[in-house]
């Protein structure tokens, strides 16, 4: 059950794809295996979990294609958008990039961050100091180009998770595939990133399940194609995501607001609904340890910190990163779920798919491969 952060894992992919391009600090890595090529495309597709495009794969004709020779990866724990930026963009377990969940408490200050949006945030370089992948392969003379929203240069989470290179902005996916197109073909020695988010906010709004998913995997699966056949012939193509997704129905959650048994004892609740992290008063961790395992026990797996940094939820944990991490920690199984409308803004209660937890739909993760067709 525990998560995996070997070759296995989402932290393994871009080490061996900036190896696989020279890149010293990662050349002799005995990871995951690709091929050696000049230059590189990796797409990030927020939300593509493995087993989603395993059984939605009738709207994606092309990944279908690539689905038998792909790899299925796990994302980590907690399986949430900003953990893996983390681990993608560093290389590196959350327990060493310390980017340990959607909301975790700042030590010292009795707060919690939102580690996505990053309102209010620290340094994003003093809380997540460990270098990038991307700022080695740019040291190493490789060309990094970063496409996206505008809004995310120089975001707090592009700071602390994907820093190095530069970036190029665009909003629609084929504007994306077109920028990541000029840039691959404008060095001899370039790696490429795209990030597409729709994919995520679909599955949130109207589920993984729906039609509407179903139609944005199709104009996904339509542009990279493309972009496979459009770059140059040294040029591989890789295509992974950060997380999966399942639907939870709102008649099977828990509303802490409404449930002082639950809620008592607790005095910030962190992490998000599939995996909730739990900072307690003082002295009060062990009683709410015992009512949660009680009432929720055979719907989650319940540990506390130490519990859970023994177990390797996070792989191998930093002295400065523990204290980050909840007294109780909370992972779902099922599609169950656990909110707080106390704080919650409404349209994250409105949800209706749901990341965050250990299970596989939410966990595994694919890496597709398309080589390069002359690595001369």
């Known amino acids: 059950m525990p998560p995996r952060y070997d070759a296995a894992g989402l932290a393994a992919v871009l080490p061996a794809i900036a190896g696989s391009l020279g890149v010293d600090r990662y050349a002799a890595d005995d990871g995951l295996t690709v091929a050696p090529a000049r230059r590189a495309v990796v797409v990030l597709v927020d939300g593509l979990g493995y087993e989603l495009i395993r059984r939605r794969g009738g709207h994606?004709?092309?990944?279908?294609?690539?689905?038998?020779?792909?790899?299925?990866?796990?994302?980590?724990?907690?399986?949430?958008?900003?953990?893996?930026?983390?681990?993608?963009?560093?290389?590196?377990?959350?327990?060493?990039?310390?980017?340990?969940?959607?909301?975790?408490?700042?030590?010292?200050e009795d707060r919690l961050v939102n580690e996505l949006s990053w309102e209010d945030g620290p340094d994003p370089l003093t809380w997540q100091p460990r270098p990038t992948v991307f700022e080695a392969a740019d040291a190493d003379g490789v060309a990094v180009t970063r496409v996206g929203p505008a809004f995310f240069d120089g975001s707090g989470l592009t700071q602390a998770a994907l820093r190095g290179g530069r970036f190029r902005a665009a909003d629609t996916l084929a504007a994306r595939v077109d920028a990541s197109l000029a840039a691959v073909r404008a060095d001899r020695r370039a790696l490429v990133y795209l990030y597409w988010g729709d994919l995520d906010k679909v599955g949130h709004v109207h589920g993984c399940q729906s039609w509407e998913w179903g139609d944005q995997l199709e104009a996904i699966d339509a542009e990279l194609a493309r972009l496979v056949r459009s770059v140059p012939s040294d040029t591989a193509v890789y295509i992974t995501a950060d997380h999966g997704m399942i639907d939870a129905p709102h008649a099977l959650r828990?509303?802490?607001?409404?449930?002082?048994?639950?809620?008592?004892?607790?005095?910030?609740?962190?992490?998000?609904?599939?995996?909730?992290?739990?900072?307690?008063?003082?002295?009060?961790?062990?009683?709410?340890?015992?009512?949660w395992r009680a009432r929720v026990g055979e719907r989650a797996w319940l540990r506390t910190r130490d519990e859970a940094v023994a177990e390797g939820w996070f792989g191998p944990v930093t002295p400065v990163n523990l204290p980050r991490i909840g007294d109780l920690v909370v992972a779902m199984r099922d599609n169950f779920a656990i909110v707080d409308s106390r704080r919650a803004r409404p349209q994250l209660l409105a949800l209706v798919g749901l990341h965050g937890s250990l299970t596989a739909d939410e966990s595994a993760v694919p890496l597709f491969q398309v080589a390069a067709r002359d690595s001369a």
Do not use: K, N, W
Request: with cysteine; glycine share 14%.
């Open 60 to 108: 994606a004709p092309f990944l279908r294609s690539l689905l038998p020779a792909a790899y299925r990866l796990a994302a980590g724990f907690p399986s949430t958008t900003a953990t893996s930026m983390g681990t993608f963009g560093t290389g590196l377990p959350p327990g060493a990039h310390g980017l340990l969940g959607y909301e975790v408490l700042v030590p010292g």
């Open 254 to 291: 828990i509303d802490l607001a409404h449930d002082p048994e639950l809620a008592a004892g607790i005095r910030h609740v962190g992490g998000e609904a599939r995996a909730p992290q739990l900072y307690c008063e003082p002295g009060a961790a062990e009683d709410v340890g015992q009512t």
